[in-house]
């Protein structure tokens, strides 16, 4: 076989690919890229759609957490609290979170009670599925399929990281052009060639942050974060010492009064947590439960997760970037990225490109194949036909690499070789007796 037939063959291997692939991402891009982006500007809009719960009039000095937290209890008798946010802006109210985290499990949707810090005063609460950082983070992880949905996830990230690099390749000049010309659309070969360049071009641009993306979501996912990262972290003796926090329990002495939420706070800003807190409440059963907190900053490499023992007032627990090893760093920092605080107003504005990047890939991928597909009525999905024959060993190699590494791709390659050689036999067969 020559050299161009052997390159025209497996350019149609790699289209087909890209061509599955893509069918296979573009609903999980969408819903990925719609909730991502709603999740990045939930503060922002919470502002503006709820100021009257989000804004109070300072006072003379700040009413008890205890007292807060009992007044957001007593609005919300059927339902458990489950964290307390207490802001460092004097103008902020508290917000004291139900459902959806610690003691539902995860399976419910969170919402917020809020309260007036220097009256005590519930000023209002939002239900669940109006409450937009609740259910769009939920939903962008998994939810209400539980692991099913984040192995769901998983495997649309696993595609989208083959859609790219086959796209990559497809994109790949070897007509002559340079590299930079390859990035501008022909405008005069057809409204499906511009399309196609338009789609290629930004793809391209963008290919590289959009794999990022990917990556710093994996260690989310219940299959890879937990089967595959959390095992290599323990065998290396890098687990992430930030839950430790959440982990520690008190020892109940008899006679003993626990402390309270700002007996806790005060102990907790003497050891230097400062700023913004996020208070995980006791589930009220939990005699031993230690009361636990962390600052909220842009960069986990600001933050510090503490532990208090209510009894004997000890801290049990306090966790700084000092204490991070290089993986868990790594992934703490990939955290910040995804979320879009690691470097500001302008990390938002950075990754909302990149959804609606995403989005846009997603319509001009549609436009280019619903512009190409066959009208003499043939039924199916236009495909790419196939190409038989061996690979290049690069790519074999390429292949199985991504698969030992993202094992959910590998089982599921081997799932669609085996689908795909069941439906080659079943339809030569007739011709074979024939």
């Known amino acids: ?62 009413a008890g957490l205890d007292a807060q937290v009992a007044a957001a209890r007593a609005s919300q008798p059927q339902a458990h609290a489950t964290t307390l946010r207490v802001s460092a802006d004097p103008r902020r109210s508290t917000q004291v979170i139900f459902g959806g985290h610690h003691g539902d499990g995860g399976d419910g949707l969170p919402f917020p009670v809020f309260v007036d810090p220097y009256r005590a005063q519930v000023l209002g609460a939002i239900p669940a599925w109006q409450w937009m950082p609740g259910w769009s983070r939920k939903i962008h992880g998994g939810w209400p399929l539980g692991d099913a949905g984040s192995w769901l996830l998983e495997l649309g990230a696993c595609w989208a990281v083959v859609m790219i690099l086959t796209g990559l ?7 002559g ?13 057809g409204r499906r060639v511009f399309m196609r360049d338009l789609h290629a071009g930004v793809a391209v641009l963008f290919s590289l942050v959009i794999l990022a993306f990917l990556v710093t979501a994996l260690p989310w996912t219940k299959f890879w974060g937990e089967q595959v990262l959390r095992p290599v972290q323990n065998a290396l003796d890098q687990p992430s ?18 402390a309270g939420l700002d007996e806790a706070v005060a102990l907790a800003r003497a050891q230097g947590v400062t700023g913004e807190l996020e208070i995980r409440l006791d589930v009220p059963d939990e005699i031993d439960a ?10 986990a490499s600001q933050e510090t997760a503490i532990a208090i023992d209510r009894y004997s007032r000890r801290t049990l627990v306090r966790t700084t970037w000092d204490d991070y090893p290089p993986i868990p760093r790594a992934v703490a920092t990939g955290v910040d990225l995804h979320e879009g605080t690691f470097f500001g107003r302008s990390n ?62 590998g089982l599921s390659v081997l799932t669609l070789w085996l689908i795909d050689g069941a439906w080659l036999r079943l339809h030569s067969s007739p011709q074979r007796q024939r």
């Open 1 to 62: 076989m020559s050299g161009s037939a052997s390159g025209g063959r497996v350019y149609r291997r790699f289209w087909r690919w890209h061509f599955y692939a893509a069918f296979l991402v573009i609903p999980f891009v969408l819903m990925q890229s719609t909730t991502g982006t709603l999740y990045l500007w939930h503060e922002e809009w919470a502002d503006w759609a709820h100021p009257e719960l989000r804004f109070v009039a300072p006072g003379d000095a700040p």
């Open 169 to 175: 390749w497809l994109w790949w000049p070897r007509d």
């Open 177 to 189: 052009r340079g590299l930079l010309a390859s990035l501008l659309p022909r405008t005069h070969q």
């Open 241 to 258: 010492p930030f839950s430790r926090a959440a982990r520690a329990r008190s020892v109940p002495l008899p006679g003993v009064t626990p």
């Open 290 to 299: 230690a009361t636990s907190m962390h600052s909220l900053a842009p960069r």
């Open 348 to 409: 938002q504005w950075l990754n909302t490109a990149v959804s609606a990047c995403l989005v846009w890939l997603s319509v001009t991928g549609l436009l280019s194949w619903w512009w190409r597909r066959p009208r003499d009525g043939r039924a199916g999905l236009a495909a790419p036909a196939r190409s038989p024959g061996p690979l290049p060993r690069a790519v074999l190699a390429t292949g199985a690499v991504l698969c030992a590494v993202l094992p959910l791709l």
